[in-house]
């Protein structure tokens, strides 16, 4: 059956985040690894999310970048407000409480937020892997030293992590989509790769009076509008589809709404990492994704024009 087939014949209507072990993603067992991509296809077609365990990332890794964010967001505001990403032509910086909007019908968002690309660990002046990034162009800005020494160590080391993390799961999405394992690796080799990191004060129903208070941190929204939680589990971190690959496969792999309102009473911290393809990578549907029912949905674009365009929309500059 073609992959159009099988996309008419998936059910969004899930009552749960599946969660994929990814102990055999490097075998070299051919058996092993169509067992693995099939699990990434259920999951990317049918629900958009979905837990990986046995990632490879340290939990040293983890746990140090998020004491050091932590450490960072407790920094008085008018030290945070001196590396304002309203200051940068890359959105690269702080932005504080209410600064984005990620639901254009919504109320602005209950988060501040740092945001930066890649960069290597030794500063260089002239980072080759960065130089033709175009419409993103430039380069991070970071707290000084002197008040938040080991910040940009922390959050840059976990960084790297989550961006190998990343190109070990690209041959398993090309896999899903019946493609060679190699399909995207020219399109990945300088990826957009932007990583937020977040901090949700505790909020009260007066705060976002749209969601019904307690709820889970994070939840999403299957496709009888239903929300269903994705709670932290231990040991796995959350995989979200996005939008890219809703244009690269016409909405064959799912970008899923979801939502996050911190009603615990307590401090949250998140920090998702955006990775996608190169910037100047043409966004076109993948042909098998495409017939006479399923005709392509969205315009063409680069990667970097679709990135700074979204970027644009959520920070209002």
């Known amino acids: 059956m073609s992959l159009v087939g099988v996309a008419n014949k998936a059910d969004p209507s899930f009552s749960r985040i599946p969660i994929i072990d990814l102990q055999n993603i490097s075998t070299a067992d051919p058996t092993l690894k169509q067992e693995l991509s099939e699990k990434i296809r259920d999951a990317c077609m049918n629900v958009g999310f979905f837990y990986v365990k046995n990632h490879g990332i340290p939990v040293a890794t983890l746990e140090n970048a998020l004491a050091e964010s932590k450490n960072f967001f407790a920094l008085p505001l008018e030290t945070k407000m001196e590396i304002d990403m309203r200051k940068t032509p890359n959105f690269k910086g702080y932005n504080p409480l209410f600064s984005s909007n990620n639901d254009p019908n919504g109320l602005k968002d209950m988060h501040e937020g740092f945001e930066f690309g890649w960069e290597e660990m030794a500063p260089q002046e002239r980072d080759e892997k960065r130089a033709e990034d175009g419409v993103m162009a430039g380069s991070n800005v970071w707290p000084p030293k002197e008040d938040a020494p080991a910040f940009r160590e922390a959050v840059l080391s976990y960084y790297h992590a989550a961006v190998n993390l990343g190109k070990l799961l690209f041959p398993l999405f090309a896999r899903a989509l019946d493609l060679p394992e190699t399909f995207f690796d020219d399109k990945t080799k300088n990826s957009a790769a932007l990583m937020r990191v977040l901090h949700y004060p505790p909020q009260t129903p007066d705060v976002d009076e749209k969601t ?106």
């Open 212 to 317: 019904d208070p307690p709820i889970q941190s994070l939840q999403v929204l299957n496709a009888s509008k239903q929300w269903i939680d994705a709670p932290p589990i231990p040991g796995t971190l959350v995989v979200n589809l996005g939008d890219q690959f809703a244009r690269w496969t016409n909405d064959i792999f799912k970008s899923t709404v979801h939502r996050a309102a911190n009603k615990s009473g307590a401090e949250r911290y998140s920090i998702p990492l955006f990775f996608g393809t190169d910037y100047d990578v043409r966004l076109e549907p993948i042909e098998s994704c495409v017939s006479a029912e399923r005709p392509p949905k969205y315009e063409i674009i680069t990667a970097g024009e679709y990135v700074k365009e979204r970027l644009k929309a959520t920070y209002g500059h």
